[in-house]
């Protein structure tokens, strides 16, 4: 008995102390440049950001200090610290400027942060220590030379062999820390003794390859033994393999080639370096034959040289490698999110087709490829196919992939079982058809392994439509699939490019699926580094179309994206270093628009694969180009301004709004009708003029009746990749929710859920790349992974589920919630995981009718929260009539209740009239 009390006493203790400890605010998720721990970057001043934990509500951060110091014992000790900030009075907890003196190159450091917060007086405890590491800042500190393979056969129409690259050396100091810097020309992968250095893919990555190429760090301390041998294996990749249409290859180069680093520090305080140069030895008669991202690999088992990253390798018959002149004054830190293998999924099924192919159906469309196992004969050739769908008969259909033969070989050396996976390549598929084997393999020896940019998944979107529901994750599947370093297009066909538009008009709905901050970053880098001398932004980045720019729509990537970010992660140096490419690109439009204010008369994409119909009297929707690119001259120009306004550029600001507003008038005199009738009446073009705010006032409503009567009468979208991602926002912000729906909703073509009910697992690249009688789209241009048109994932999150920026506090620091109801939707439920913590935004309509509305608003930031149909009578928060206190604040809207909040969880509850 008294056993039991006490051990009831030691629980209750135990309970109060953690509610105690819980009611504390602490500091987490310490991040430098939006990376856990950096290891090897490039930025002076980097900036950091944390989160705040608390159980308590309506908690802000009051003030901060922050201590960086050269290990983590200094960091308490004042003479030690490399910087102190001092307790500075702000509730900025998001991108706060490392302020202490420049770092040197390779020095690693660490800080830590606490925080005052509104519920105490006394400063929090101390964060655990993050820290971050620099890279090689200096182009001569780059003592490593180029290393190439000598008197390599020309390219004759096929992927040359891989290249592989080894030395030894040895260590005889206890060591500190070791780190190796390493890029090349072409794809490298780094084994050190045998094993794999990283789990990093297609390094050095990908990006405009004469002005930016990016190195990786990686900390091989644990690795290194007293004997050591380093090898490399190089491949083709998008460097000199095939990229673009028409056969193009070795754009970039002829010659693959490495470069690589290796810094060892001894806890003696001496160091050694290890570099590439005239002491190492190359081969090319390995078993990666064959390397090419459309093409796929061709692995000669036969030619494997066990043990060639290794010690004791005899290496007598590998070549001195050559040592090649090439700039080091262009490398650069990598910044971005590296690719890796993310997951693994199992076949469905096995299906032998009507032509009787041996097919396995991964039940996804994804990208990456398959691991294997397989048993075979000396001598065996396997090959296998890669292809998203299967034709009208069944069959295995690869004419979309155009000429990219997205085939993996496999040659056996003996007769055996192997595990196979290629290296330096990746296919976009569902279905995998394997020839030369002569048994079906089981199932489970077959593996698809999904890679990608490892960014974090930060957002969910779910309801009670399992339609809508296979629709968010075929948009996720499509950001998976087509994020792989640079956000592509597609990732199947011989294309797989950084298309700008398709880019841009993603970009909201890529940052609530998954953490873009970083893969964001690095790729306006190259677009800056792309753009041509006159101002040109080029309509891929990396730009492999040799220099072809300026479309509408897709070149304004270079504003969009920058604002987007800012939007989303609070970012303002990405307004700031994107800043002379876009005032480059507004000065190039009017140039070409010249003294009208238009911008007329230049080939564009347009509103790229809008609705198109069989119907002698309406070919489908077209929508001028000439209306498209002032439409977006003036968005731009205006967003130019703003973006002035921000980051302190006053004058220009004025001047870009001035600007824009000479385009707007100009706009009006050639393209609306004194009755607010459009030129092209078309969705996109009402889209465009009402979601940018193109009409004087008092034609709003009547381009807005044209607008609503327009998809009243098809009862579907017309739109393509301009008018799409507009459309619902669009129709939602006049007030029309109930036609958003409507199209959401609609599941014949066109719309979005036509492909969920024909099965996809990806957003196609057209309305209707598969028809309804199985026949295909045009074979020039139908990827079955395109996410373009899954731009519609940002109205899902921002109106259905209600989770919104407010641009005077952008980053989510104070949130807008404000959810609509409609569709016939019974429940809706979203989270985004924002830079301050998550938010979460859910609504249901019980069974009793009424809406039940449940938010999270994380702490140091502050809610508006808009409650449809509510009064606050009626309102209940927390299951208690809503409080005097919380009346006297709300506001009534005319059918809304608008609602402050600070952070916490609440549950709004009140009778509510479906509409
Ligand atoms: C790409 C698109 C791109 C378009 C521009 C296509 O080949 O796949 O997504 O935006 O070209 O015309």
Same mark, same amino acid.
């Given at each position: 008995m008294k056993r039991t009390i006490k051990l009831f006493i030691l629980l209750l203790i135990a309970v109060a102390t953690s509610t105690v400890a819980l009611a504390k605010t602490e500091v987490v998720k310490l991040v430098t440049e939006y990376h856990?721990?950096?290891?090897?970057?490039?930025?002076?001043?980097p900036r950091f950001s944390w989160k705040l934990i608390s159980n308590a509500e309506n908690v802000m951060q009051t003030a901060y200090e922050i201590r960086v110091a050269g290990s983590k014992k200094d960091l308490s000790k004042k003479s030690k610290q490399i910087w102190n900030s001092g307790?500075?009075?702000?509730?900025?907890?998001?991108?706060?400027?490392?302020?202490g003196p420049a770092l040197k190159s390779m020095q690693r450091v660490y800080w830590q942060v606490r925080v005052w917060d509104n519920k105490s007086n006394k400063a929090g405890s101390w964060s655990n220590p993050a820290f971050w590491e620099t890279g090689?800042?200096?182009?001569?500190?780059?003592t490593a030379e180029w290393i190439t393979l000598p008197n390599e056969k020309k390219y004759n129409g096929k992927s040359r062999p891989a290249q592989y690259y080894r030395t030894g050396f040895a260590v005889a100091k206890k060591i500190k820390l070791a780190r190796i810097y390493a890029t090349s020309l072409g794809l490298y992968q780094l084994f050190l003794n045998g094993e794999k250095?990283?789990?990093?893919?297609?390094?050095?990555? %990908?990006?405009s390859y004469n002005n930016r190429l990016q190195y990786q760090t990686y900390d091989v301390t644990p690795m290194l033994k007293k004997e050591n041998a380093i090898g490399a294996i190089l491949g083709d990749g998008w460097?000199?393999?095939?990229?673009? %249409?028409?056969?193009?290859?070795?754009?970039?180069?002829d010659k693959l080639a490495l470069l690589l680093q290796l810094k060892i520090d001894y806890t003696d305080g001496t160091s050694e370096t290890i570099v590439t140069g005239k002491n190492w030895k190359v081969s090319?008669?390995?078993?990666?034959v064959e390397s090419d991202i459309y093409n796929g690999e061709l692995y000669d088992a036969r030619l494997e040289m066990e043990g %060639?990253?290794?010690?004791?390798?005899?290496?007598?018959k590998w070549k001195p490698v050559e040592v090649l002149n090439h700039p080091k004054d262009i490398l650069v830190a990598s910044q971005g999110v590296p690719v890796k293998a993310i997951e693994e999924i199992k076949p469905i099924k096995q299906i032998t087709t009507p032509k009787g192919e041996m097919v396995f159906d991964m039940g996804q469309n994804m990208v990456g490829w398959l691991r294997i196992k397989l048993k075979g004969q000396k001598g065996d050739v396997v090959k296998i196919k890669f292809a998203e769908v299967l034709d009208k008969e069944g069959n295995f259909y690869t004419?979309?992939?155009?000429?990219?033969?997205a085939t993996d070989t496999y040659i056996f050396k003996d007769n055996n079982e192997v595990v196979y996976e290629p290296c330096f390549t990746f296919h976009g598929f569902r279905f995998v058809m394997l020839e030369g084997v002569a048994k079906a393999p089981a199932m489970d020896n077959i593996t698809g392994v999904v890679i990608h940019s490892d960014m974090k998944p930060t957002g969910t979107f779910s309801c009670s439509e399992p339609l809508i529901n296979q629709l968010q994750h075929n948009i996720q599947w499509g950001q998976k699939g087509n994020f792989l370093d640079v956000p592509t297009d597609?990732?199947?066909?011989d294309e797989r490019l950084g298309w700008t538009g398709d880019a841009q008009v993603f970009s909201m709905t890529a940052a609530f699926n998954f953490d873009v901050a970083a893969f964001y970053t690095k790729w306006m880098k190259d677009i800056a580094a792309d753009?041509?001398?006159?101002g040109k932004i080029t309509h891929?980045?990396?730009?492999?179309?040799?220099?072809?720019g300026a479309a509408t729509g897709w070149a304004d990537v270079v504003a969009i994206i920058p604002w987007s970010v800012y939007n989303v992660y609070g970012d303002k140096r990405i307004l700031e270093t994107s800043y002379p490419a876009i005032t480059k690109w507004v000065k190039y439009m009017a140039n070409r628009a010249g003294d009208d204010y238009l911008w007329t008369g230049d080939p564009h994409f347009g509103d790229w694969l809008a609705f198109a119909s069989n119907r002698s009297d309406y070919p489908g929707a077209t929508t001028d180009k000439d209306l498209i690119a002032t439409a977006y001259f003036y968005y731009t120009t205006n967003l130019t301004g703003k973006i002035a306004s921000i980051i302190g550029k006053k004058s220009d600001a004025d001047y870009y709004k001035e600007q824009a507003a000479k385009i707007k008038a100009a706009f009006n005199a050639e393209?609306?009708?004194?009755?607010?009738?459009?030129?092209?009446?078309t969705q996109t073009a009402y889209a465009l003029a009402l979601a940018f705010g193109l009409l004087p006032d008092d034609l709003v409503d009547k381009a807005t009746k044209y607008f609503t009567d327009d998809v009243t009468k098809f009862k579907h979208l017309t739109t393509g990749f301009l008018g799409t991602p507009l459309l619902c926002k669009t129709l939602s912000a006049v007030g029309r929710d109930d036609l958003a729906f409507m199209l959401l909703n609609?599941?014949?073509?066109?719309?979005?859920?036509y492909p969920v009910t024909e099965g996809a697992t990806t957003i196609w690249e057209?309305?209707?790349?598969?028809?309804?009688?199985g026949s295909f789209q045009d074979t020039g241009m139908n990827s079955f992974?395109?996410?373009?048109?899954?731009?519609?994932g940002e109205w899902l999150y921002s109106y259905v589920a209600g989770i919104n920026i407010d641009i005077e506090k952008p980053g989510y620091k104070h949130i807008l919630l404000s959810p609509h109801a409609g569709g016939g939707l019974d429940s809706v439920s979203a989270t985004f995981m924002s830079m301050y913590g998550e938010i979460k935004s859910a609504w249901k309509i019980d069974d009793d009718g009424m809406f039940v509305y449940t938010v999270e608003v994380p702490a140091n930031t502050t809610a508006t929260v808009t409650l449809p149909e509510?009064?606050?009578?009626?309102l209940k928060v927390n299951s208690e009539p809503a409080t005097d206190e919380l009346k006297a604040k709300a506001t009534q809207n005319d059918n809304n209740l608008v609602v402050e909040i600070g952070s916490g969880r609440y549950e709004f509850k009140y009778p509510y009239e479906v509409r």
């Open positions: 856990e721990n950096p290891v090897g970057i490039d930025i002076q001043k307790k500075v009075t702000s509730d900025k907890s998001v991108n706060v400027v490392y302020g090689i800042l200096q182009p001569k500190l780059w250095v990283s789990d990093q893919l297609f390094t050095p990555g %990908w990006t460097y000199r393999g095939n990229i673009g %249409w028409g056969g193009q290859h070795s754009y970039y180069g090319n008669a390995g078993p990666v %060639w990253s290794n010690t004791g390798f005899d290496d007598k004419a979309n992939l155009r000429s990219a033969k597609c990732p199947q066909r753009q041509l001398p006159d891929v980045v990396p730009d492999v179309l040799k220099g072809g393209f609306v009708t004194t009755n607010g009738r459009l030129m092209s009446n609609r599941k014949g073509y066109p719309s979005w859920l057209r309305w209707d790349g598969q028809k309804p009688d992974n395109h996410y373009a048109y899954g731009a519609i509510a009064y606050s009578g009626s």
